[in-house]
Every structure is written in C-alpha cells, then in structure tokens.
C-alpha cells in the first residue's frame, strides 16, 4: 500500500526535500504541504521536518506553531493520524503542545553535526513500529538546540509509559535521560532529533533511517 | 490608555545558558576576573491599548505565556507603566 506522506514547509525549512526523497524511495507518495495552508489534504501521514521555521526567531518553533498549517496537523493528530517531527519539527510539535517538554541549547555549547549511535527503546510508535526495538541504528544529528528537558512529572510519565522511543548510545547534548525521539500517549506523533531522511542509504554512510520511515509509508 | 511594557525572558534556573557561559569564560582574558553568574536573556519591549492597568497587565501575562516564553524552560518579568503618547 503506498501511503501518501505530507511534508510541512515552513519559510525556512530545509530538510523537506531529503523527506520527500526519502519517502518516495520507499514507495510512498509525498507532497509539500505550505504552511499558509490549514488543511493536510488528506494525506496519512504528516512529517514536520528540520531547519530553521521562520528563522527560528524568538525560539525554535515559536512561531511557526501559529501557522495555519498547525492547526491541520493538530486535528490530523487528535484523529489518530501519524505525525512526525524531526529536529526543527520536533521543536515545532513541543511548541505546538502535540509533545510535552522542550529542546534547550546542548549542554556542550557547541552546534552538533555528527553522526550518532541510537537505540530503538519501543517499537511501538508511528515511526518505530516496524524498528527491531532493542536494536541499534546510526543516525545523523544536526542541531544547536537538542537538550530535551521535561519536569520531573513528565519524564516519569514518559518511562512509564514506554514513550521514550529512541535514546541516545552517547549522550551528545545532554539530553534528560538520554532522550533522542519520544512518543505522545496515543503513540501516533514521534519527535525526535536524529534526522532519519539523512540515512537512507550506505552511500550516505548510513541506511538505518529507512525502517523508521518505512513505518510511515508501509 | 497606552501601556509601555517591557519583558525580560530569563532563562530558569538550571538551564543551560551557553551564551551567559561563553561571555563568563572570556571575562577573565579581558581583565574582569571577579565577574561569576552571567546569564543572557531577552528583552522585549511594546505598547499595549487596554482600558486600564490590571487589564493590560493581564493581556501582557497571556502574550508572555503563551508567546513571548516557553514555560518549561524560561520566565518572565514584566515591567509595565501608563505611557499616553508612546507608540503613536
């Protein structure tokens, strides 16, 4: 079955090509989905992808929550629909308060652009679910505000409820508890700050980010 | 009546401030050794058109929480006063 995937452009956005790349390599049908536009068309799967929406003024994310598209993407997501957020969309969808917490500078103060070990801690999410929980996979980061933080209430939450998906193997940003990607209780919207669309194949140095975004297509 | 508002964006205490950090580190090299504890914000400043204090008071509380800051990880102070004229 091949899924049609929307990919959310936001006026600095710059990771939704590797998206629409990425999917259609896996038999999926993507299409860009403007921002100015508050509707989904329909589509069954949402990824918010990575770069600077609205250039990140005032803090990541911040403003890009209030476009139009967001409010299709809430009503996609409270209907069950898969949603993704990678980097920059990770940030937009704790923001958008589609996920809980919040991404705060690395710790090391310095801008991450690596390539990074990650475990599948659940594969049971929109975008792990055909993962090998307990596996480990190689996935680029690219970020300067990746430290996901959360009150001591929410994490709690998060580990009790098996909705920390992926962790970090070396924890590059200082991340609470190690965390990379997390889950919302109905398991449907996935952020997390690995950008699995960088490695979709060896000749990127990595073909990991496929069975993620298989999950989404397949 | 116009308000003039000012907004300082803190971050909370313990979060990582790499930029307050960075500043702190070069202190010493410039020859200000004894200066500890630089934490960088933002400040935020603009008129509000509401028909008292405690009403613009409260608009500009709603715009910081639900805007201006993430409440996870910063907090706001809001400095307000009666500024007839300003932003006209």
């Given at each position: 079955?091949?899924?049609?995937?929307?990919?959310?452009?936001?006026?600095?956005?710059?990771?939704?090509?590797?998206?629409?790349?990425?999917?259609?390599?896996?038999?999926?049908?993507?299409?860009?989905?403007?921002?100015?536009?508050?509707?989904?068309?329909?589509?069954?799967?949402?990824?918010?992808?990575?770069?600077?929406?609205?250039?990140?003024?005032?803090?990541?994310?911040?403003?890009?929550?209030?476009?139009?598209?967001?409010?299709?993407?809430?009503?996609?997501?409270?209907?069950?629909?898969?949603?993704?957020?990678?980097?920059?969309?990770?940030?937009?969808?704790?923001?958008?308060?589609?996920?809980?917490?919040?991404?705060?500078?690395?710790?090391?103060?310095?801008?991450?652009?690596?390539?990074?070990?990650?475990?599948?801690?659940?594969?049971?999410?929109?975008?792990?679910?055909?993962?090998?929980?307990?596996?480990?996979?190689?996935?680029?980061?690219?970020?300067?505000?990746?430290?996901?933080?959360?009150?001591?209430?929410?994490?709690?939450?998060?580990?009790?409820?098996?909705?920390?998906?992926?962790?970090?193997?070396?924890?590059?940003?200082?991340?609470?508890?190690?965390?990379?990607?997390?889950?919302?209780?109905?398991?449907?919207?996935?952020?997390?700050?690995?950008?699995?669309?960088?490695?979709?194949?060896?000749?990127?140095?990595?073909?990991?980010?496929?069975?993620?975004?298989?999950?989404?297509?397949? | 009546?116009?308000?003039?508002?000012?907004?300082?964006?803190?971050?909370?205490?313990?979060?990582?401030?790499?930029?307050g950090?960075?500043?702190e580190?070069?202190l010493p090299?410039?020859?200000f050794p004894g200066v500890e504890g630089v934490r960088?914000?933002?400040?935020?400043?603009?008129?509000?058109?509401?028909?008292?204090?405690?009403?613009?008071?409260?608009?500009?509380?709603?715009?910081?929480?639900?805007?201006?800051?993430?409440?996870?990880?910063?907090?706001?102070?809001?400095?307000?006063?009666?500024?007839?004229?300003?932003?006209?």
């Open positions: 079955m091949s899924r049609r995937v929307g990919v959310v452009l936001f006026p600095g956005s710059n990771c939704e090509q590797d998206v629409v790349e990425a999917v259609d390599l896996l038999g999926g049908e993507a299409e860009i989905l403007w921002h100015g536009d508050a509707t989904v068309n329909g589509v069954d799967a949402v990824v918010v992808p990575g770069g600077f929406a609205h250039g990140d003024y005032l803090r990541p994310g911040a403003i890009a929550r209030f476009s139009p598209v967001m409010a299709a993407v809430a009503d996609h997501a409270a209907a069950g629909g898969p949603v993704v957020g990678i980097c920059n969309g990770f940030q937009v969808l704790t923001e958008a308060g589609l996920l809980p917490g919040a991404l705060q500078k690395n710790r090391g103060l310095k801008f991450l652009c690596t390539t990074v070990e990650l475990r599948v801690e659940s594969n049971d999410s929109a975008l792990t679910r055909l993962a090998e929980a307990g596996s480990t996979i190689r996935i680029p980061v690219n970020h300067f505000e990746g430290n996901y933080t959360c009150d001591d209430e929410t994490l709690a939450a998060l580990k009790s409820e098996d909705r920390v998906v992926l962790r970090y193997v070396d924890n590059p940003n200082g991340s609470v508890d190690d965390i990379a990607g997390i889950c919302n209780e109905g398991r449907n919207v996935v952020g997390l700050m690995p950008h699995p669309e960088r490695a979709t194949s060896e000749l990127l140095g990595s073909a990991d980010g496929l069975p993620l975004l298989r999950s989404l297509v397949a | 009546m116009i308000f003039s508002v000012h907004v300082e964006v803190r971050l909370r205490p313990g979060i990582a401030d790499p930029q950090s960075t500043i580190r070069a090299t410039l020859g960088v914000g933002k400040s935020i400043r603009f008129t509000i058109d509401a028909a008292d204090e405690a009403s613009a008071r409260s608009e500009a509380e709603d715009l910081c929480r639900r805007f201006l800051t993430n409440p996870v990880i910063e907090d706001a102070v809001i400095e307000l006063e009666a500024a007839a004229g300003v932003g006209r």
